[in-house]
C-alpha cells in the first residue's frame, strides 16, 4: 500500500520568498512522484514528475522537486513565490509495476502568496 | 487539443435521484478513472477502466457504478444519491503504462451537491 503526506495545510510566503512544500511517502517499491496544482474552479495540472534518472526534477512555473530516497521526501521548491503562483498542490504516487496505474494523493497544501 | 471534458460542472440534486456525470477523453487513452476529492482528504479513487469493457473498483467505490463501452466515455452513475456524496467528482485518463507516460490528465470537475 502506499501513502502520502503532506506537512501543511497551509503555507503562506510572500511574494518573492522561497516556496517550499514537503511531501513524504511511504511504499513497498520505488514509485512514481508527482506534484499537481488545482487552480480555484480548474482540475489538477501536472507540475512535474519524477520516474526515474535524476533526482533533481524542473517544472512549470519555475518549481522542481527533488526526489531523496533516504528520506523518503520529494519537497517542491520555487526560488521566488509570484502572487500567481497561489492555489492549492497535491503531491501523488503511483506504482509503476501496477497495471491499475493508481494516483495516491496527499491531502493537499493550500498556498498563499501575500504581497 | 486534447482534453477531459466532465458534464455537468455543477449539479444540485435530490436524495435517491439518480444521475450520470459523463466523462469523455479525445486522447485515444486506455486507462481512465474518476476520484472524488474532499477538504482535507485530497483525492481518493473511486473506479477505474484499463479499457472497454474492463472496469474496477478503487479506494471508495461504494454507492457509485461506472460503464466502459467506449475507450472515449467513462461515466459515473449514483444509483441513488446520498447526501455524504455531496463532493467535488474529477475524471482522468493515462496513456498506456511506460516510463515515459505516466502522466494523469484531469477533467474541469463536476461539483455534485445533494440534498
Known amino acids: 500500500a502506499q501513502s502520502v503526506t503532506q506537512l501543511g495545510s497551509h503555507v503562506s510566503v510572500s511574494e518573492g520568498a522561497l516556496v517550499l512544500l514537503r511531501c513524504n511517502y511511504s511504499?513497498?517499491?520505488?514509485?512514481?512522484l508527482f506534484w499537481y496544482v488545482q487552480y480555484p474552479n480548474q482540475g489538477l495540472q501536472l507540475l512535474l514528475k519524477?520516474?526515474?534518472?535524476?533526482?533533481l526534477v524542473k517544472g512549470i512555473n519555475g518549481f522542481e522537486a527533488e526526489f531523496k530516497k533516504s528520506e523518503t521526501s520529494f519537497h517542491l521548491t520555487k526560488p521566488s513565490a509570484h502572487m500567481s503562483d497561489a492555489a492549492e498542490y497535491f503531491c501523488?504516487?503511483?506504482?509503476?509495476?501496477?497495471?491499475?496505474?493508481?494516483?495516491?494523493f496527499g491531502s493537499g497544501t493550500q498556498l498563499t502568496v501575500l504581497p | 487539443e486534447a482534453q477531459v471534458t466532465q458534464n455537468p460542472r455543477y449539479l444540485i440534486t435530490v436524495t435517491g435521484k439518480k444521475l450520470t456525470v459523463t466523462c469523455s477523453q479525445n486522447m485515444n487513452h486506455e486507462y481512465m478513472s474518476w476520484y472524488r476529492q474532499d477538504p482535507g482528504l485530497g483525492l481518493r479513487q473511486i473506479y477505474y477502466s484499463m479499457n472497454v469493457e474492463v472496469t474496477d473498483k478503487g479506494d471508495v467505490p461504494e454507492g457509485y457504478k461506472v460503464s466502459r463501452k467506449e475507450k472515449r466515455n467513462f461515466p459515473l452513475i449514483l444509483e441513488s444519491p446520498s447526501p455524504n456524496q455531496t463532493s467535488l467528482y474529477f475524471c482522468?485518463?493515462?496513456?498506456?503504462?511506460?516510463?515515459?507516460?505516466?502522466?494523469?490528465?484531469f477533467g474541469q470537475g463536476t461539483r455534485l451537491t445533494v440534498v
Open positions: 501523488a504516487v503511483s506504482d509503476p509495476w501496477s497495471s491499475a496505474r493508481q494516483l495516491t
Open positions: 511504499s513497498s517499491v520505488p514509485p512514481y
Open positions: 519524477y520516474t526515474t534518472g535524476a533526482t
Open positions: 482522468a485518463s493515462s496513456p498506456p503504462t511506460g516510463a515515459m507516460n505516466t502522466e494523469a490528465f
